[in-house]
């Protein structure tokens, strides 16, 4: 096993079991679904293991010579590329890392070691939005050039919905390799954004789709003296199953649990009559921590349509605060809070749109107030 640290996905480890019990690997393979669900990590555990010397069954030992060498990221028969940025204009002959600042260049050194110690790290540089055509016009001369040493080739591909970014040229560049593969390498591209990849280039992988992890799997690899459940179901939720996101954030769960807590507080003080508590004002919230503010809000509305709809609590996101949602209800009987959570979409889409902040908040909080109350009328403008 190269990590021991990944959540394994047991179908994509039967799926490599097969390869080796028919002896029948594909060219190229391509592993899709959410962001920060370990994709990138089951590429690496694939390429380990198909070079390993000490393989035992489908599992790579972690400590032969291929596997310290992938280790230390100098495999010479395993390639990684991912986006890089386009700061510089490159010649048709430039290799791709030409493209790179020495301060893109310790970066990525950086990222390539964390990913070694954590198959969930980020692995993407900075403002790195495209393949570089250079990166597979290297590749392509690395492939047919040089002869094959012992073992297979493997090339990684990482964000390759990025091969159609500006335009498809290193995706049709690539294509043309995928159609006369050279023997013994193997492709195997990782996106999260499926819908992205040309559909020729789907043609020639095996596709294979990640599943969301279950929360369940996601708790037994995060010691309970770390988290609680209650709380690592929140942080769950929040970041929508991203094991990167939810490991980065662990230290921030007092924060969140705040923020809910000034949620429920505003959301109690809507009804006054008092013009100062109807607005945002009070939470403190600015345009960078908004995002995370109205996840938080839309999770709280969904209980809380869920608990009145149904009366049950065994759906609710956060359970452990079941009696400030009973009061909620009790205060606000006929809120409509379906409305609230439209509202709340619709703003977060003009935000992003740049329109004055201070101006989608006060109209966010009077709709809001409305929906809370079930009523048409504009108040308090
Ligand atoms: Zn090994």
């Avoid at 495209?130 to 690395?142: A, G």
């Avoid at 990025?162 to 591209?189: D, M, Q, R, V, Y």
Wanted: hydrophobic share 35%.
């Amino acid at each position: 096993m190269f990590y021991n640290n990944l959540i394994h996905n047991n179908k994509f480890f039967s799926l490599i079991e097969n390869y080796y019990k028919k002896d029948k690997i594909p060219h190229s393979i391509l592993l899709y679904g959410k962001k920060g669900i370990g994709k990138q990590g089951h590429a690496i555990e694939l390429a380990s293991s198909l070079n390993c010397t000490n393989r035992s069954n489908y599992l790579s030992c972690g400590r032969c010579h291929s596997c310290i060498q992938l280790k230390s990221m100098q495999h010479p028969n395993i390639h990684f590329i991912i986006p890089f940025p386009r700061k510089k204009i490159l010649s048709k002959k430039d290799q791709p890392e030409k493209a790179l600042s020495t301060k893109d260049i310790d970066e990525l050194i950086k990222i390539k070691k964390a990913k070694i110690i954590d198959p969930y790290s980020d692995f993407n540089l900075q403002n790195a939005n495209t393949i570089l055509i250079n990166s597979i016009r290297f590749l392509k001369k690395e492939l047919y050039n040089t002869s094959i040493e012992k073992g297979w080739k493997i090339i990684l591909i990482f964000e390759a919905e990025k091969l159609c970014i500006p335009g498809p040229e290193s995706a049709n560049s690539l294509l043309k390799i995928l159609e006369e593969p050279p023997a013994k390498t193997i492709f195997i591209l990782v996106t999260n954004e499926y819908n992205k990849i040309l559909k020729t280039i789907k043609s020639r992988c095996q596709n294979f789709y990640f599943n969301k992890l279950s929360f369940q799997k996601i708790r037994t690899h995060l010691d309970s003296k770390m988290i609680n459940d209650n709380d690592l179901k929140l942080l769950n939720k929040i970041f929508d199953g991203d094991f990167n996101l939810i490991k980065k954030n662990l230290k921030k769960i007092n924060d969140f649990n705040k923020k809910i807590n000034k949620l429920f507080e505003y959301i109690l003080n809507c009804n006054s009559t008092s013009q100062n508590h109807i607005y945002f004002d009070k939470l403190n919230i600015d345009k960078l921590n908004w995002f995370d503010y109205m996840k938080l809000f839309i999770i709280v509305l969904r209980d809380l349509q869920i608990l009145k709809s149904s009366s049950t609590i065994k759906n609710l996101h956060l359970k452990k605060n079941i009696e400030t949602y009973n009061k909620i209800l009790k205060r606000y009987p006929n809120a409509v809070w379906s409305n609230c959570i439209s509202s709340i979409e619709k703003t977060n889409i003009i935000i992003k749109q740049n329109v004055y902040f201070p101006l989608a908040l006060k109209t966010l909080s009077i709709e809001i107030k409305n929906n809370l109350l079930n009523q048409t009328q504009k108040s308090f403008i």
